[in-house]
Structure formats: structure tokens, C-alpha cells
Nanobody
Framework: VQLVDSGGGLVQAGGSLRLSCVAS????????VEWYRQAPGSQRDLVAR???????NYVDSEKGRFTISRDNAKNTVYLQMSSLRPEDTATYYC???????????????WGQGTRVTVSS
């Protein structure tokens, strides 16, 4: 099982990006998925989460700017980010609890991270 983050890049303040997190491998099911971000020299902070049923939650600072969604048929979770600010600059990571097809319990997986840089 592998999680692959993508979609980061360089964008001007006020712009938008859509991040993707794709789970691949022998997967039975995926529970809630979370997006985190980590700026240089800072801890990794939760940004948004989505349950297996599609219920989304956000940290207060991102409400209205970020939208998390998932396509269960594609084992993919998206993070649509708009009105980006320089302080959104960070590496973004997805995290998921995945039940492997031959497994006996959910296991935690992290994506490798995708870098977002917002210029002023």
C-alpha cells in the first residue's frame, strides 16, 4: 500500500491549487483521510479531514478557503485550496488509515508530501 501526494507548486497569493492523495496497492478499505502541512522549522499541523462517508472538517483558519473531498472509486482524496496566502507555504502531507486486502486491521500511512509555495 502506498499514498502518493501531488499537485503542489508555486502560486501567487490569491491563487488556487488542488492537491491529490492517491492510495494504491491491495486495499480493502480506507477510513478517514487527513491533510497536514509542515512549514520549515515548524511542527506538522492538521489542515482538514474527511471521513469514509464524506463528512469534512477543517481547522478554523482554513474554513471557507480549503475544501477536502474524496472519490472512493479512485481511492483519491483532494484538497482544493483557494485564496492562498504566503503563510500557506508548506509541505502538505496526506495521512490515512488503510485496511490492506490481506490484512487484519487498519494501518497508518503517510504520503511523501507535496510542496506548496505561495509568493506575495
Amino acid at each position: 500500500v502506498q499514498l502518493v501526494d501531488s499537485g503542489g507548486g508555486l502560486v501567487q497569493a490569491g491563487g488556487s491549487l488542488r492537491l491529490s492523495c492517491v492510495a494504491s496497492g491491495s486495499i480493502e478499505s480506507i477510513s478517514g483521510v487527513e491533510w497536514y502541512r509542515q512549514a520549515p522549522g515548524s511542527q506538522r499541523d492538521l489542515v482538514a479531514r474527511i471521513t469514509s462517508g464524506g463528512t469534512a472538517n477543517y481547522v478554523d483558519s482554513e474554513k471557507g478557503r480549503f475544501t477536502i473531498s474524496r472519490d472512493n472509486a479512485k481511492n483519491t482524496v483532494y484538497l482544493q485550496m483557494s485564496s492562498l496566502r504566503p503563510e500557506d507555504t508548506a509541505t502538505y502531507y496526506c495521512y490515512a488509515q488503510v485496511y490492506p486486502r490481506q490484512g487484519t486491521h487498519f494501518e497508518p500511512y503517510w504520503g511523501q508530501g507535496t510542496r506548496v509555495t505561495v509568493s506575495s
